[in-house]
């Protein structure tokens, strides 16, 4: 059986940097979505030029969150996917540069799961077993501890891991199942923190990880 892919810690003032790009941002989840591409694919997709596409690719690539898709292209082509191993973001003990780079970082990919899972819900009528029990919409308010609610992000990262596995190491009959995880504490009426983030310039309202 293979090793389950332990996530990573990333608190690196530069590694959050390369990771808050929003061009970044929208690199990683088109590999996610659509799979290994090349600078030269990637620019028609996302509407840039390729040499844009390179320089964004090289820094992920630095920094471990892409990798060259090994035995793949021609010449001088490369192909890249994002790195297999789950990326985990501590809230703790992060410098005030690295919060700071944090705070660029939003939640990516939300409005495309959930047009992707009013997709499912149209279509699972017709995808045999996969369109039972095997999927889950749900919202739980939890009264917790700090620290049980921070157990409980580790938690979660750690049961990701279980399953996260290697494309090529993936059997016969399996799909691509989406997840996501959002967990953060109401903000009480008299939080100054809470104010302050609302009135923070950049910081859209998001929709719905």
Do not use: C
């Not at 970044?24 to 509407?47: E, F, K, M, Y």
């Not at 030029?49 to 320089?55: K, L, V």
């Not at 008299?190 to 609302?198: C, I, K, V």
Request: glycine share 12%; no cysteine.
């Amino acid at each position: 059986m293979t090793e389950p892919l332990q996530p990573r810690e990333v608190r690196d003032v530069e590694e959050l940097r390369t990771l808050a790009h929003p061009m970044r941002q929208r690199i990683l989840h088109h590999l996610r979505q659509a799979g290994p591409a090349t600078s030269t694919t990637l620019a028609r997709d996302l509407g840039e030029n390729s040499g844009i596409m390179s320089y964004h690719l090289r820094l992920l690539a630095g920094h471990g969150f892409v990798r060259e898709v090994a035995g793949r292209g021609q010449g001088r082509e490369r192909w890249w996917e994002v790195s297999p191993e789950p990326v985990w973001i501590p809230r703790q003990g992060l410098s005030v540069e690295a919060q700071a780079e944090l705070s660029g970082l939003q939640p990516a990919g939300w409005a495309e799961a959930l047009e992707g899972f009013g997709r499912f819900r149209a279509a699972r009528q017709d995808m045999g077993e996969w369109g039972r029990g095997t999927w889950a919409l749900q919202h739980t308010r939890l009264t917790l501890t700090r620290e049980e609610a921070g157990r409980l992000i580790t938690d979660q990262q750690e049961l990701i891991g279980r399953y996260q596995r290697e494309t090529g190491d993936a059997p016969a009959g399996t799909r691509t199942v989406v997840f996501g995880f959002l967990t953060y504490p109401e903000p009480s009426p008299g939080d100054d923190a809470a104010r302050e983030d609302s009135d923070r310039p950049g910081n859209p309202a998001e929709p719905d990880k």
